[in-house]
């Protein structure tokens, strides 16, 4: 099993900047990749960042690339999503998750194993 916690989230501007950070613990040694899922209200869970594991190769939905990065600190067993730019639309419930399996379609929430527990991003107007 792996246990992941998020942190950071909180209240932005709308322009503003937040830096989450996801806390991962137990079998780290399994995981091959890490992803930033968010869902706001009333819609699906969206990707928007993954990083491998070892690696550190990125990937980016469209909508945050040139604005969100993706990073991690193996040593720390953590990865962080730092978000520029932020638009009153990304409030959303963010999700850091875990991928087993080392193929790609980072995307795909369906390959992720573990979630955590979500940390809340409201932007304002």
């Known amino acids: 099993q792996v246990q992941l916690v998020e942190s950071g989230g909180g209240l932005v501007q709308a322009g503003g900047s937040l830096r989450l950070s996801c806390a991962a613990s137990g079998r780290t040694f399994s995981v091959s990749s890490m992803g930033w899922f968010r869902q706001a209200p009333g819609k699906e869970r969206e990707f928007v960042a993954a990083?491998?594991?070892?690696?550190?190769?990125?990937y980016y939905a469209d909508t945050v690339k040139g604005r969100f990065t993706v990073s991690r600190d193996n040593a720390k067993n953590t990865v962080y999503l730092q978000m520029n730019s932020l638009k009153p639309e990304e409030t959303a419930v963010y999700y850091c998750?875990?991928?087993?399996?080392?193929?790609?379609?980072?995307?795909?929430?369906?390959?992720?194993?573990?979630w955590g527990q979500g940390t809340q991003v409201t932007v304002s107007s």
């Open positions: 998750a875990a991928k087993r399996a080392s193929i790609g379609l980072y995307h795909l929430r369906g390959l992720y194993d573990y």
């Open positions: 990083i491998t594991w070892t690696g550190g190769n990125t």
